[in-house]
């Protein structure tokens, strides 16, 4: 699986951006694919997923209610629209995935598949 994120930029504080992962390879069916975000010195943080074979979703608490993830199965690309942005959603955001395990997982260490990221920058 060929991850590919985008929609990164800057944007002020209370803007909203969309991020896109598109994927390539194969189809995500059985795939669980999560948004995970970094800033430099710092573990990466997950942020939202979705199971691509039914319609669960995930959120860290800092961006439930700003934060909606979503797929669209015919494009194979998982979005996250990102509302009322603050500063401290600057990151640099990544894409991954990993076979359905069972149960949704928040842990970068457990997908196999990761894109290049995209950098988001929220001003004041």
């Known amino acids: 699986v060929q991850l590919q994120a985008s929609g990164g930029g800057l944007v002020e504080a209370g803007g909203s951006l969309r991020l896109s992962c598109e994927a390539s390879?194969?189809?995500?069916?059985?795939?669980?694919i999560a948004w995970f975000r970094q800033i430099p010195e710092k573990e990466r943080e997950f942020v939202a997923g979705?199971?691509?074979?039914?319609?669960?979703?995930y959120y860290a608490d800092s961006v439930k209610g700003r934060f909606t993830i979503s797929r669209d199965n015919a494009k194979n690309t998982v979005y996250l629209q990102m509302n009322s942005l603050k500063p401290e959603d600057t990151a640099t955001y990544y894409c991954?995935?990993?076979?359905?395990?069972?149960?949704?997982?928040?842990?970068?260490?457990?997908?196999?598949?990761w894109g290049q990221g995209t950098l988001v920058t929220v001003s004041s």
């Open positions: 991954a995935a990993s076979p359905d395990r069972g149960s949704f997982r928040r842990t970068s260490g457990t997908y196999d598949y």
């Open positions: 390879g194969r189809t995500l069916n059985s795939y669980t």
């Open positions: 979705i199971f691509w074979s039914y319609y669960g979703t």
